[in-house]
């Protein structure tokens, strides 16, 4: 069964509210009411009734049963509510004035109907960038205990084969304990979809066959997972071929557990990442699903403003089968 399918059997009849700030973008539209006619998410959509309504009307979507959400117009006492848990959670850092301006920014305001539990997650970034997007979240949720960064996984599928890259849309430098902390949130993503996760730390160096400060930098992030995880199959620092690549695996890794039968791959730069899931994805002909934000508190997800409603559609299933 494909991963997908799969996610939405298992959604069925739970009742997950995700929210969709960007309501009014006919791919929103459009993936939730799909959503809520397979019965696998309850949507709730922001925006103006209006203008939704006019949005609707034009691509001959049906909004019947789609909770519809108009910051300007919501009931006063609920806004107040809202605000006093805005202001107490950033308590020294913004002013009730300025807390007022923030409410009225959609991602916001979505953030926070995640956050007092009005909904279970939010998708967001197909209108919004990924700044507008991670911030209210970073600043309202916050990252899981312990945990200190959050990192953007894709899903990479294409028939029967499935991997997980990482961190391909939020770290721009990763130092050893950061590329150590995407490397354990990518084996519990891992782990939500069926996979039972073999970690390989990539570099351009396998086993010590090059020197350098970023040789170093993930060996050092390898000990650092193995201490943390030890039950967890991970290794490094390996080349993409010797984590892939049974043949090359064997020859410049022999032993390891990792090379070459690799499914999660944590790359060492955000540059790196972003390079490699798009070259499999436009070379490769892997579908890319995502990026999943990992290590918050509750499941936020940011789009890529190129986004489909079909990416939109997936992403929402993720973010909903996150929700503990």
């Known amino acids: 069964m494909d991963i997908f399918e799969k996610l939405a059997q298992d959604l069925k009849g739970q009742g997950r509210r995700i929210v969709f700030p960007e309501g009014s973008d006919k791919r929103i539209m ?6 809520k006619a397979d019965g696998v998410v309850d949507p709730v959509l922001l925006g103006n009734q209006a203008e939704l309504k006019q949005v609707a009307s034009e691509n001959n979507f049906d909004l019947s049963g789609i909770e519809i959400l108009d910051p300007a117009t919501y009931p006063a006492a609920d806004k107040q509510a809202m605000h006093d848990a805005l202001l107490e959670r950033r308590k020294g850092k913004n ?3 300025e807390v007022d301006q923030m409410l009225t920014d ?3 305001f979505g953030t926070m109907l995640v956050y007092l539990g009005k909904v279970d997650g939010m998708v967001s970034g197909a209108v919004h960038s990924t700044g507008a997007t991670v911030r209210p979240a970073l600043q309202i949720i916050k990252t899981k205990p312990g945990q200190k960064r959050i990192s953007g996984a894709f899903i990479m599928q294409k028939g029967e084969e499935r991997y997980i890259f990482a961190d391909c849309a939020i770290n721009i430098e990763l130092d050893a304990e950061t590329m150590a902390a995407v490397a354990l949130q990518s084996a519990e993503t891992a782990e939500l979809f069926g996979l039972d ?3 390989a730390m990539l570099s351009f160096s396998t086993k010590g066959s090059a020197k350098g400060e970023m040789v170093t930098k993930v060996a050092e ?3 650092l997972v193995q201490a943390q995880a030890p039950t967890l199959a991970v290794d490094g620092e390996l080349q993409f071929d010797a984590a892939f690549v ?3 695996g064997a020859l410049k890794a022999p032993g390891s557990k990792v090379a070459g039968h690799a499914n999660v791959f944590v790359f060492p730069s955000l540059e790196a990442g972003n390079i490699g899931y798009k070259i499999a994805q436009r070379f490769g002909g892997f579908e890319a699903v995502g990026p999943i934000l990992q290590g918050l508190n ?3 997800a940011d789009l890529s403003r190129g986004t489909s409603e079909e990416d939109v559609y997936k992403v929402a299933l993720i973010t909903a089968a996150q929700v503990k």
């Not at 459009?30 to 959503?35: I, K, P, S, T, Y």
């Open 221 to 223: 992030a390898t000990k």
């Open 298 to 300: 509750a499941p936020i």
């Open 106 to 108: 959609v991602s916001y």
């Open 197 to 199: 996760p073999k970690v």
């Open 30 to 35: 459009g993936a939730a009411v799909r959503l």
């Open 95 to 97: 002013t009730p004035e």
């Open 246 to 248: 049974p043949e090359v």
